[in-house]
């Protein structure tokens, strides 16, 4: 097997804040970057200086973006007082994208409802068609990311937006941790969608509804309001160090060949208090498929 995907990096994964951490995604070997659009990377704290000279140190490094990460706030989209204001956000960070030089934002959108008839289902529908047509515009993807849901389920959602402006971002430890869903048989079944991947690992211990991981506006806001306290306080799933968790990366290596993607293997490491060094490892492991 020899892979051709460029190796990038979560910025935020190294936990020293976006300039230190550009620096050491080029020491460890990346060639491209995710940033979160957060905090100092905030489209309404980023002057139009700020952004070109962003731009300019990244290109100084060698780096390229692969993508940026846009935290809408906990639920998502499917929040209906909250809706409309969080699609806003996700427009000013699509142009903030665009601007350093990638056509993709990668999104939690919250739990897709499995009841199309639903209240949550209608605003989470309604506010991907609009984003879906605004990326269009602007010849880009936000890219959903894969965990809060099945792939099948997923792709159906998707496939009722009648576009490619929302697509997937492909994290298989996600779907290992969190619904139990096949990572590599998820490929397949999302290979049209495929814009961004993570490289992530994990493992389950046991089941749990989704929500209780990921917060559900209509769930959490009942008499599980401890939902997520719950899972935390229990081992319900472990992110590890890639290589080391349950996702079988020699077939799902394969399948993203098979499917022909040629975008970035994206490391995150959210766990673990030896980021740098589980990063670098990261990237020889990756290196280790070409």
Avoid at 126 to 140: H, I, N, P, T, V
Avoid at 170 to 176: L, Q, R, S, T
Wanted: one cysteine or more.
């Amino acid at each position: 097997m020899k892979m051709t995907n460029k190796i990038g990096v979560i910025v935020d994964s190294f936990r020293v804040g976006v300039r230190q951490g550009l620096a050491k995604a080029k020491e460890v070997g990346a060639e491209g970057v995710q940033i979160y659009a957060r905090n100092e990377m905030d489209p309404s704290a980023l002057s139009t200086q700020a952004r070109s000279e962003l731009k300019d140190y990244i290109a100084s490094l060698g780096l390229e973006i692969s993508a940026l990460c846009g935290d809408l706030g906990r639920f998502g989209l499917e929040d209906t007082s909250a809706a409309s204001e969080r699609v806003d956000k996700a427009k000013r960070i699509m142009e903030l994208a665009k601007e350093l030089g990638t056509d993709i934002v990668t999104m939690h959108i919250g739990v897709i409802p499995y009841d199309p008839e639903s209240e949550s289902y209608a605003a989470m529908q309604g506010a991907c068609l609009e984003l879906c047509r605004f990326a269009e515009s602007m010849d880009a993807n936000y890219a959903i990311e894969t965990g809060p849901t099945t792939a099948y389920h997923l792709k159906s959602f998707l496939d009722t937006l009648g576009g490619k402006g929302v697509a997937v971002n492909y994290d298989p430890a996600n779907m290992v941790m969190v619904t139990g869903d096949d990572p590599v048989r998820g490929v397949y079944t999302l290979k049209d969608y495929i814009v961004h991947t993570h490289a992530k690992d994990g493992m389950r211990f046991f089941a749990v509804d989704p929500r209780e991981v990921y917060g559900s506006f209509d769930f959490v806001s009942g008499d599980n309001g401890k939902a997520r306290d719950l899972v935390r306080s229990r081992k319900v799933y472990l992110e590890t160090p890639l290589g080391e968790g349950h996702v079988d990366f020699d077939s799902y290596f394969q399948a993203l060949m098979d499917i022909q993607y040629t975008g970035y293997l994206t490391i995150e490491r959210e766990a673990g208090d030896q980021p740098e060094a589980n990063i670098r490892e990261a990237v020889e492991f990756i290196k280790g498929y070409r």
